[in-house]
């Protein structure tokens, strides 16, 4: 699932790699909500980027600690309500830091 958005004129280019199950429980999920992903993505990520600018920009490091904070706020939520799906998040969440440090 790919998504952009303005902030300032600038155009940030988010992507997220989901296994395709995990997508299609997600996108239930917002169904359910009435919400779809990248809405849902994109209100988090505008909400918090105006409290993470440095003088020169966005300081990504602040901007991917927000989204930990939001990837746990969900999985919290997920780990009580659905269980397997949380686990297979988890799981493809610990290969993308694995793979990231390899």
């Known amino acids: ?7 300032n004129t600038k155009r940030i280019q988010i992507t997220l790699r989901l296994d395709p199950q995990t997508m299609r429980e ?7 909500n009435e919400q779809s992903v990248s ?5 988090l990520i505008n909400a918090g980027l105006p ?3 440095n ?4 300081d990504l490091s602040r901007v ?5 904070t939001i990837y746990l ?4 939520h997920l780990q ?3 269980p397997e799906l949380f686990a297979r998040i988890d799981k493809l969440a610990r290969s993308h830091v694995d793979e990231h440090h390899a």
Not at 73 to 76: D, G, H, S
């Open 55 to 58: 003088k020169t920009g966005v």
């Open 73 to 76: 706020t969900m999985t919290l």
């Open 39 to 43: 809405d849902v993505c994109r209100s």
């Open 51 to 53: 409290f993470y600018k």
């Open 80 to 82: 009580e309500d659905e």
């Open 64 to 68: 991917l600690l927000l989204l930990e």
């Open 1 to 7: 699932m790919e998504f952009g958005f303005m902030k």
């Open 26 to 32: 997600i996108e239930a999920l917002c169904r359910e």
